[in-house]
């Protein structure tokens, strides 16, 4: 994979490491980006090009959370959707799919060509209002007080489990960001949680590994990986469908509905229920009961399996509306067959070796941000990048300005909206 990246501004970052040396603190500017994610670099980046000085602080590395991925990740965007500004992707696989360690050094090179001014191993326990219309944050190299913040730590910090408290203490539990591989599974049956698009490629790997898999199923939508042999994620970008804003959702809650099932390993292969019920996968519903007998399961996988074919059937009727008004032709759409799905048994916790949760994450920017900027979901509430509160931005978030916001398809428009919004903010 080859990279290759341009910046106008590279005089203008700085590094501030002997600075901290010298002080033992944070260096003393107006402007603080928390987080050097695809987000905070993206903010970086743009904030150096408009010759706002900064500093970002990463408790971790850079893109410390694509490295706890597990050891077969791959992304399930083709390479071509890597949009980051001064940090697209021209490799010459741009249909393929970056694994773990790709995504690593793009991001890794990406920070060192825009010179970023990033402070590794800085850990931010607080940030609140204080007076004069400033922020205070409190950090692992002590308290400061700025103009300006921009929180680019992501939004899915608590992992959700169900039942979990009730597990018997004979079953190991595991959340999505403590697998590596199928080694790191106690032998026996693995009941995998949720069903999005790390459950069902992690239900895919157990499996092929030989393992016995029960996926305890939500509902969540698919795609096919390709129609008429092009990624079908190219023609849902090509009727905007990731550009749409948060506003077209039907509810805040269905932005916790899951992205759609399909995986990018192998060079990319649908992966959804009917794929993995062919080959041996034990679909059930969700995780409804525990004892110290049995797990079961609740009779709601046909529901479940339906809401997806919906999802589908929604996205079909955008392409056939949208393409055609763009001068583009519609690929033959595929129909689902029918699904048979009979109600699994509850399996007795003596054969259950494992449960991995892959059940999603939710926000917890409250745990740690005092501020009065939050709906109900834990989500930041932001009107034109800015919140309710001066000087606090968010960048990174899931669907904080569209559905592409928090991935690397469109962090890097929004980071350039709040790159001017804290530019115009510091002019005032």
Not at 187 to 212: F, H, K, N, Y
Not at 273 to 300: K, N, P, S
Request: with cysteine.
């Amino acid at each position: 994979m080859a990279a290759y990246f341009c910046h106008d501004a590279l005089a203008r970052a700085s590094s501030y490491a002997a600075a901290v040396e010298d002080s033992g603190g944070i260096p003393d500017v107006e402007v603080v980006v928390i987080g050097a994610g695809q987000a905070g670099l993206a903010v970086s980046h743009e904030l150096s090009d408009a010759g706002v000085e900064h500093v970002v602080l990463e408790r971790d590395r850079v893109a410390s959370s694509w490295r706890r991925r597990w050891d077969s990740f791959t992304l399930v965007t083709p390479n071509w959707m890597i949009r980051l500004p001064g940090g697209a992707y021209h490799g010459d696989d741009p249909d393929g799919f970056l694994d773990r360690g790709q995504v690593v050094d793009h991001l890794a090179d990406y920070a060192a060509h825009a010179r970023a001014p990033i402070l590794e191993g800085v850990a931010v326990t607080g940030l609140e209002p204080a007076p004069g219309s400033r922020l205070r944050l409190t950090t692992s190299l002590g308290a400061v007080t700025v103009g300006s913040v921009v929180v680019c730590t992501g939004s899915f910090a608590r992992a959700v489990r169900p039942l979990a408290e009730a597990l018997p203490a004979s079953i190991q539990q595991l959340d999505a960001v403590d697998y590596r591989n199928p080694d790191d599974v106690a032998p026996g049956t693995v009941v995998v949680v949720g069903s999005g698009q790390t459950g069902c490629q992690l239900a895919e790997e157990l499996q092929l590994a030989g393992r016995d898999v029960v996926l305890a199923c939500g509902r969540a939508p698919w795609i096919p990986r390709r129609l008429a042999g092009r990624d079908t994620l190219s023609w849902l970008a090509d009727v905007g469908f990731l550009d749409a804003p948060l506003a077209s959702l039907p509810t805040p809650a269905a932005r916790l509905v899951s992205n759609p099932q399909a995986t990018g390993r192998g060079g990319g292969h649908d992966l959804h229920y009917r794929t993995l019920q062919a080959m041996g996968v034990r679909l059930a519903g969700r995780l409804a009961t525990v004892d110290e007998t049995r797990l079961g399961f609740a009779d709601d996988l046909a529901a479940s399996v339906a809401f997806g074919d919906a999802r589908w059937a929604d996205l079909c009727a955008l392409m056939k509306a949208k393409l055609p008004e763009r001068g583009l032709h519609v690929p033959d759409l595929p129909v689902p067959p029918a699904f048979h799905a009979s109600p699994l048994e509850p399996v007795p916790v003596r054969e259950v070796s494992a449960v991995l949760f892959t059940s999603g994450y939710r926000p917890g920017y409250v745990d740690w941000v005092r501020a009065p900027v939050f709906d109900d979901l834990g989500f930041p509430v932001t009107t034109d990048a800015a919140t309710a509160v001066p000087g606090l931005y968010f960048c990174g978030a899931h669907f904080q300005r569209t559905r592409g916001s928090g991935i690397l398809y469109g962090v890097g428009q929004d980071a350039t909206g709040i790159a001017e919004a804290v530019a115009l903010g510091r002019l005032r």
